[in-house]
């Protein structure tokens, strides 16, 4: 399988996993170039930007680096996972603490 279509299934079974958590909009953006507008995942957690990558050989300061470049003001993050494994999420340390008050808005905002 080439690469570019490893990328799109992992944007979808990233999308997939994101609705599985309650995120039922979240899908995969149109990609033209890397930039706020064109996300991997569109509406998943909001205020959030992800990276997404489907590789046996994650170069993960490379796709944190990109993440950041094309997050806006967005939290950026990388969601990464390898052949017969589970995805692994990525984010800066700093951003910890942003991502969890964003995680508590959605519950709050669904019960």
Known sequence: ??????????????????????????????QFCGSPDSPDVVDGIPGTHAEVKRTERLQ???????????????LP?????????EWLVTLRAADLKRLAELLVQKTASSV
């Open 77 to 85: 993050y990388v969601a990464s996972r390898r052949n017969r494994d």
């Open 1 to 30: 399988m080439n690469s570019n279509s490893k990328g799109k299934r992992g944007e979808r079974e990233w999308a997939q996993f994101l609705r599985d958590l309650g995120y039922l909009e979240a899908r995969r953006g149109q």
């Open 60 to 74: 993960l300061h490379a796709a944190m680096a990109q993440a950041i470049e094309d997050s806006g003001d967005a």
